[in-house]
Protein backbone atom coordinates (compact mmCIF):
# COMPACT_ATOMS: atom_id res chain seq x y z
CA UNK A 1 0.00 0.00 0.00
CA UNK A 2 1.15 3.35 -1.23
CA UNK A 3 1.83 6.16 1.44
CA UNK A 4 -1.47 8.69 1.79
CA UNK A 5 -0.70 12.53 2.29
CA UNK A 6 -4.27 13.79 4.38
CA UNK A 7 -4.63 17.61 4.40
CA UNK A 8 -7.08 18.83 7.01
CA UNK A 9 -10.19 20.61 5.37
CA UNK A 10 -9.16 24.15 6.90
CA UNK A 11 -6.12 24.04 5.74
CA UNK A 12 -8.21 24.66 2.12
CA UNK A 13 -9.29 27.96 1.35
CA UNK A 14 -11.64 29.42 -1.23
CA UNK A 15 -10.12 32.02 -4.11
CA UNK A 16 -12.21 35.22 -2.14
CA UNK A 17 -10.05 34.18 1.05
CA UNK A 18 -6.91 34.06 -1.02
CA UNK A 19 -7.57 37.03 -2.62
CA UNK A 20 -7.42 38.67 0.61
CA UNK A 21 -4.47 37.23 2.03
CA UNK A 22 -2.52 38.25 -1.60
CA UNK A 23 -4.54 41.47 -1.79
CA UNK A 24 -5.64 41.08 -5.27
CA UNK A 25 -9.18 40.36 -6.65
CA UNK A 26 -10.28 36.52 -6.70
CA UNK A 27 -10.70 36.83 -10.09
CA UNK A 28 -6.44 37.07 -10.21
CA UNK A 29 -6.44 34.44 -8.16
CA UNK A 30 -8.12 32.22 -10.55
CA UNK A 31 -5.76 33.38 -13.02
CA UNK A 32 -2.62 32.80 -11.32
CA UNK A 33 -4.09 29.22 -11.06
CA UNK A 34 -4.89 28.88 -14.64
CA UNK A 35 -1.36 30.13 -15.57
CA UNK A 36 0.49 27.71 -13.12
CA UNK A 37 1.21 30.27 -10.64
CA UNK A 38 -0.84 28.47 -7.83
CA UNK A 39 -1.92 24.97 -7.49
CA UNK A 40 -5.71 24.14 -6.40
CA UNK A 41 -7.88 22.08 -6.38
CA UNK A 42 -11.68 22.04 -7.63
CA UNK A 43 -14.73 20.92 -5.28
CA UNK A 44 -17.53 18.31 -7.06
CA UNK A 45 -19.42 21.79 -7.58
CA UNK A 46 -16.21 23.33 -9.32
CA UNK A 47 -14.97 25.61 -6.57
CA UNK A 48 -11.18 26.15 -6.72
CA UNK A 49 -9.78 25.43 -3.34
CA UNK A 50 -6.17 27.01 -2.47
CA UNK A 51 -3.97 25.73 0.33
CA UNK A 52 -3.34 28.25 2.45
CA UNK A 53 0.24 27.95 3.13
CA UNK A 54 1.20 28.23 -0.54
CA UNK A 55 -0.97 31.35 -0.42
CA UNK A 56 0.78 32.83 2.31
CA UNK A 57 4.03 31.66 0.68
CA UNK A 58 3.07 34.31 -2.29
CA UNK A 59 2.21 36.86 -0.20
Do not use: H
Not at 41 to 57: A, C, G, H, Q
Request: hydrophobic share 35%.
Amino acid sequence: MGAQTSINESEWIGATEAAQILKVSPKTVGRYADQGIIVCIRTPKNYRRFLRSTVKKLA
